[in-house]
Structures are given as C-alpha cells and as structure tokens.
C-alpha cells in the first residue's frame, strides 16, 4: 500500500506545485513506484511542468464519471502522473469528494502518492487533504507564511490526518557580510511555532526559476544545483 502524502500550503507562490513534481521524480530516481496526483481542480498546471501539454483525459474527467481513472494515468520522467483538467466546465461537472476513493483504489500499486493541493482553505483543499495519511506544510521563512502554515496545521487536526514535517522553501543563505533579509524567519523559530520538524529546507536558487521558466523538472534539468540537492536529499529521508 502506498504511502500517501499531500504537499501543503496556506497561500500561493511558495512553490508547492514544484516541489510536489521533483520530490515525485526524484523518488522514481531512488527506485520507488510513485504516482503525483495534481489536486488543484480549479487552477492545476502541474500538466505543462510535466511536459503534457494537452492530456485527453484528466482527473476531471474521473471525477464526473466520464472516464475511467486508467485512462487518465500517464507515465511521465519515470513517475505515474494524474494531471488536473484545464477547463472550466470540467471543474464544474467534477466531485472533490470522489478523490479520497479514487485515491485508495490507486493505494495497492504504488509506494508513494503525493498529493498536489490547493492553497488556502475551501472545499476544493479540503479534498486532497483528507485522501492523505499525511501531510507535509510548505512555506517560506517569513511571517505570514508561517500564519497560514498554523493554519493548515489547524485543518489536519481537524481531519484528523497527521502532519508528517514541515519543508521551508526559498531559504536565504547569509550574504558575505553575515546579512540576512529583514523579518524572514529563522529555522528554530519556525520549527518551534509549528510544534513539527523541519524535514527539508530548499534554499533560494535561480535554477528553480530558469527551470520555470523553460517548463523543465529541476532535479532533472539542474540535478547538481542546490535546490535539487535538497529536494533530493527530502526524497531520501521519506524513502527511508
């Protein structure tokens, strides 16, 4: 049975999306059969950043029960992937609560499932959450992040499902002259107002961007830079 983990965050532009799609990659790279499911069934483009363009069959389509979940699998940089529909009327016929089902028939074929979700709170975050065994919060080192972090943690304990760690993303690195950036967090801080460890922290890297912008997996288009390195080192330590 896979192990299922939703990727987390309280607001947008923490690079949820990116991370969800190389941490998957770079599990398939350590042997694991894994499956990303992009849960955002509103706003989703996980699709574009894993080189499917124009996929036939979504999860919307799964969803509203036109198609079969079989057909809306690909198999993409190594990895299965289930790509969120880019339309609205497929938004619209689509049920969210059908994903926690959907997600457990998929459970015996895999050994991890990662979960890319919505950020903020709606019933459309609600769903992919509550498919997961666990749930790991991005965020990134500065105070309203870490707000909307507590309040992610807030919804886990209310679905009752275990919030596995944190990973702090875009973490700057002290300048030559032992600056840092005004009002960002430091780790202990975070970890601390969390009550949760820190599994991961990404540093701030221009691959990520210059990856963005090409359309391009980070841990496969830069696998040396210091970005990929953390991500990989965060699939290690889930790997076991």
């Given at each position: 049975?896979?192990?299922?983990?939703?990727?987390?965050?309280?607001?947008?532009?923490v690079g949820k999306t990116t991370l969800t799609l190389n941490l998957g990659v770079a599990l398939g790279q350590l042997g694991k059969r894994v499956l990303v499911?992009?849960?955002?069934?509103?706003?989703?483009n996980a699709a574009t950043l894993m080189g499917l363009y124009h996929p036939p069959v979504t999860l919307h389509e799964v969803l509203s029960g036109e198609k079969?979940?079989?057909?809306?699998?690909?198999?993409?940089?190594?990895?299965?992937?289930?790509?969120?529909?880019?339309?609205?009327?497929?938004?619209?016929?689509?049920?969210?609560?059908?994903?926690?089902?959907?997600?457990?028939?998929?459970?015996?074929?895999?050994?991890?499932?990662?979960?890319?979700?919505?950020?903020?709170?709606?019933?459309?975050?609600?769903?992919?959450?509550?498919?997961?065994?666990?749930?790991?919060?991005?965020?990134?080192?500065?105070?309203?992040?870490?707000?909307?972090?507590?309040?992610?943690?807030?919804?886990?304990?209310?679905?009752?499902?275990?919030?596995?760690?944190?990973?702090?993303?875009?973490?700057?690195?002290?300048?030559?002259?032992?600056?840092?950036?005004?009002?960002?967090?430091?780790?202990?801080?975070?970890?601390?107002?969390?009550?949760?460890?820190?599994?991961?922290?990404?540093?701030?890297?221009?691959?990520?961007?210059?990856?963005?912008?090409?359309?391009?997996?980070?841990?496969?288009?830069?696998?040396?830079?210091?970005?990929?390195?953390?991500?990989?080192?965060?699939?290690?330590?889930?790997?076991?």
């Amino acid at each position: 049975m896979a192990k299922v983990v939703a990727i987390a965050s309280g607001k947008g532009g923490v690079g949820k999306t990116t991370l969800t799609l190389n941490l998957g990659v770079a599990l398939g790279q350590l042997g694991k059969r894994v499956l990303v499911v992009d849960g955002d069934l509103a706003m989703g483009n996980a699709a574009t950043l894993m080189g499917l363009y124009h996929p036939p069959v979504t999860l919307h389509e799964v969803l509203s029960g036109e198609k079969r979940v079989d057909e809306a699998l690909y198999r993409v940089n190594g990895i299965s992937f289930l790509p969120s529909g880019p339309t609205l009327e497929g938004f619209l016929k689509a049920a969210p609560r059908k994903l926690e089902i959907l997600v457990k028939e998929l459970s015996p074929k895999y050994e991890f499932i990662l979960l890319d979700t919505p950020p903020g709170v709606s019933r459309y975050s609600l769903s992919p959450l509550a498919a997961a065994q666990e749930i790991l919060i991005l965020l990134t080192p500065d105070p309203l992040a870490l707000e909307s972090a507590l309040k992610v943690q807030t919804v886990a304990e209310a679905l009752e499902v275990k919030v596995g760690g944190a990973v702090v993303n875009r973490v700057l690195r002290p300048s030559l002259l032992g600056l840092r950036r005004p009002k960002m967090l430091e780790l202990k801080e975070i970890e601390r107002k969390l009550g949760v460890g820190i599994l991961a922290s990404i540093p701030e890297d221009p691959a990520v961007m210059e990856c963005a912008l090409m359309r391009k997996l980070l841990v496969l288009r830069k696998p040396k830079s210091p970005a990929a390195r953390a991500v990989k080192t965060l699939a290690a330590r889930l790997a076991g």
